[in-house]
């Protein structure tokens, strides 16, 4: 099983702290002649260790800034700070929908027009944390975080303000690339600060934030729309207004996560205090050049996504599921307009099933996570997929309710109980592959979500753009029939990798890779006696 650092069973060197280095340093000055034998020594609690010609720096055991040593207060603040970001920009995802009407007849634009602001929206979530996830890794995630949501408000004042569709997609499609933080990075951040038995709540937490906002944001959306007085623009107004109050409080609770770029500071402070340039984080010795690190940054995530089969199993899987997610966007307003004759405001409301069927998902999860606690001793990472097992079975039986009662014979209902079943299974998997992802590369989580997530948010750019010619040729209740055989047919992939993951991660190079790192850091000393 493949753990996190921090970890008990991760640990890496301890360190002494601050003061405790440099009184270490007082007491025994590094010497020319001890470099020119080319040693030096590792600061640690445990024996001088020298090697290499460097002083390294690492977290002792209980250091307060390692990150999964933050006090459980700290964690959720993060964490919620971080998924209130993610729901403000799912949120503007799938309420932008519910402003066509308005905004063709302002702008004098087509539906297709209108649509293609909704698509281009999810390009920048697929292309954009190829290179920021693997960047944060470096770089650290927190100055992504400040960045983007600051320039995502002016991307939504920017939509509200628009003379014109052109201006609409642009920024659209800008503030794609900048929300895309709130998706990638997130489960990034989880992974940074809670422990792999601890996740299960916060990655649940997450993925509710993410789906539930993609209901609750037409929702209320709709209701705007139906006010001649707001309409579309309001809808971006309000937008930005949330996400600006949301802003503030942002830069003060986050901070740094990522472990290694912590330990790069206090290398550089210890420099920078004793004026002795030996002391090195490990991630700074080796470290290739600029240009070097743009390519590993942006080639990581796609060679993960190539050469894993966990990546390639769950990305497909996922990346279908999110299609058909924005599919129904896209189509369930002007389905029951055109079947039970709803307006604007009534079909907005429609979306609360998003948000219920996430709620049951997440319940459903907390279940999925006892079983995991029960059988991970024996079972590893792949004790998540349990509870995803049964949502494989579930996804398809809730679309074809949905598409086979969705008449003007059957109360609306009905269709609804369908689309609250399709939204339970979608949420739960979307968690699992969330999860088990970051179990499986631990150090690489967030570029194996990036990899992930081009896939995903490729097909949910494309779904949408096909989806009324669609409807037009099938009609509702065979398009819907369509993807519920498409569903059914990708039902064996998560029994596939429960019973045979842990093989596939032991003839994988870069799961070998990891368990390598995680022998040679747990036994620090082993290749030197």
Not at 52 to 75: A, C, H, I, L, Q
Not at 138 to 153: A, N
Not at 396 to 403: K, N, S
Not at 476 to 495: D, E, R, S
Request: hydrophobic residues 45%; aromatic residues 14%.
């Amino acid at each position: 099983m493949t753990r996190h650092e921090g970890d008990p069973a991760f640990r890496v060197p301890a360190i002494k702290r601050e003061h405790q280095v440099l009184e270490f340093i007082a007491g025994a000055p590094l010497h020319n002649e001890e470099m020119d034998k080319g040693t030096s020594k590792t600061i640690s609690c445990a024996p001088t260790v020298l090697e290499d010609g460097f002083s390294y720096v690492d977290f002792e055991d209980g250091d307060m800034r390692n990150p999964v040593n933050f006090s459980p207060t700290r964690k959720w603040a993060i964490t919620i700070n971080a998924c209130v970001f993610t729901s403000i920009v799912a949120a503007a995802v799938s309420s932008y929908t519910m402003g066509y009407s308005s905004m063709i007849k302002d702008l004098n634009c087509t539906l297709f027009q209108a649509t293609l602001g909704f698509s281009v929206y999810t390009i920048g979530f697929a292309l954009v944390p190829l290179v920021t996830s693997s960047f944060s890794e470096e770089f650290g995630r927190f100055p992504f975080y400040i960045v983007s949501s600051f320039m995502f408000v002016l991307t939504e004042i920017m939509i509200a303000l628009a003379p014109n569709i052109q201006t609409v997609i642009v920024a659209r499609a800008v503030g794609g690339c900048f929300g895309s933080t709130g998706a990638a990075l997130v489960a990034g951040s989880i992974a940074d600060i809670w422990l792999p038995h601890q996740r299960g709540f916060p990655m649940s937490l997450f993925a509710l934030a993410v789906i539930a906002s993609s209901g609750l944001g037409p929702m209320v959306a709709g209701w705007i729309e139906a006010n001649p007085s707001l309409q579309w623009r309001w809808i971006h107004w309000i937008h930005a207004i949330v996400s600006g109050a949301c802003y503030i409080p942002m830069i003060f609770v986050l901070t740094e996560t990522r472990p290694t770029v912590i330990l790069a500071r206090i290398a550089r402070q210890a420099r920078k205090d004793t004026g002795d340039g030996r002391y090195r984080a490990r991630s700074e010795i080796d470290k290739p050049c600029f240009m070097s690190m743009v390519a590993t940054s942006c080639t990581r995530p796609l060679i993960l996504l190539f050469t894993e089969p966990i990546v390639q199993g769950f990305s497909l899987w996922i990346s279908f599921v999110w299609g058909v997610l924005f599919f129904l966007l896209d189509s369930v307003s002007s389905e029951f307009k055109d079947i039970y004759g709803f307006g604007v405001g009534e079909t907005g409301s429609v979306f609360v099933t998003i948000a219920i069927g996430s709620l049951l998902g997440y319940l459903a999860n907390i279940y999925g996570e006892r079983l995991y606690k029960k059988h991970v001793h024996h079972k590893g990472p792949e004790a998540r997929l349990y509870i995803a097992c049964v949502a494989s079975i579930f996804f398809p039986i809730g679309m074809l309710i949905f598409a086979w009662t969705a008449r003007a014979d059957i109360p609306w209902i009905v269709p609804m109980i369908g689309l609250t079943l399709f939204m339970t299974s979608a949420f739960i998997l979307y968690q699992v592959v969330f999860i088990y992802l970051a179990d499986c590369y631990g150090p690489y989580a967030s570029s194996a979500l990036a990899g992930q997530s081009l896939c995903r948010n490729t097909l949910a750019t494309v779904f949408p753009l096909y989806t009324s010619r669609m409807n037009d040729l099938l009609t509702y209740k065979w398009a819907g029939t369509v993807f519920a055989l498409i569903a059914a047919i990708m039902i064996p992939i998560p029994y596939i990798f429960f019973f045979y993951g842990s093989r596939m991660r032991k003839c994988s190079p870069v799961s070998r890779k990891i368990l390598e790192i995680e022998v040679e850091q747990k036994n620090p000393d082993s290749e030197k006696s």
